[in-house]
């Protein structure tokens, strides 16, 4: 009899947790079964009375089926309160990606990647030297008198009596010829820093490119040749220049090269102060001196240098009339590049 009854109520279980939708409907469902008053215990009530011979057995089925009811409802519950967590979260898998920012290069690193990649494939290298510089780096060994203008508190960090932050990228051409013997060839990107008020055009620190072609026989024609090749690649073909004679103490003779204005294309306007024409380097043959510095036999060698400012060099190209902008990090700024 209990035995039929043990059966009957385990199909009777299979089927009600077969059509349970919710987690109440299976907590009556525990209830029903598992409860003090449930249909198991009463079941256990009977076998009390069932004889000695038979109640082994009967217990045994009857702790089956109480287990299997326990690990049933169990199992359910937790699939149950999964579902009720993932409700929680309110995922919407229909919904489209949130996309993730990526940054770009500062317009100030596009801009020198350009210029290295023209001289690259001009045969030039790329070569650094450090902002902490000696004063016999930054001027003396270039061929700055000691009474030099440029070496005025004003325009000069000094850190010492010996040491400055550079004024300029030419120092870094005095540790080339140092370390490296004729023919040399290359530019020299860096940090630059200049003791100035800071305005719409000029800043405390800024970045420079330095170019030095060391040789037998480099001529002005050369240098002449180069920075027109670079000029026309970087700025277009349709590009009208100038060479003006300049003075800079480590190179003779020395020019500088104007383009026409980016704004008034020649005609005169505030940018080019009624010009037409705006400098965008400094350049010349390397000064005699400058090879006795660095060991260099000036009967024999014959070299090019110039430098240019790599804030100016975007700011002509791209129209920009505000230096202050390249440090600012404003990404209404930065984006547009
Ligand atoms: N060092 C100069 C400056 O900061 C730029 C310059 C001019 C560099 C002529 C050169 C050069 O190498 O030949 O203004």
Redesign the pocket.
Known sequence: MLEEKIKQITDDFNSDIKSVEDIQKLEEIRIKYLGRNGVVSSLFDELKKASNEEKPALGKSLNLLRNKITEDFNSIKTRFESLDDLKEIKIDLTLPGTRRQIGSKHILTQTLDEIKTIFQSMGFSVYEGPELESDYYNFEALNFAPDHPARDMQDTFFINKDFVLR????PV?IRLMESHKPPVRAIMPGRVYRNEAVSARSYCMFH?V???YVDTDVTFAELKGTLVSFAKQFYGDDLKYRFRTSF?P??EP?AEMDITCFLCHGGGCKVCKQTGWLEIL???MVDPNVFKYVGYDSEKYTGY???MGIERTAMLKYGIDDIRVFFENDLRFLKQF
């Open positions: 004024t300029h990228t030419s051409q420079q330095e170019g030095l800079f480590f190179t020395s400094g350049c010349g240098a110039f430098g």
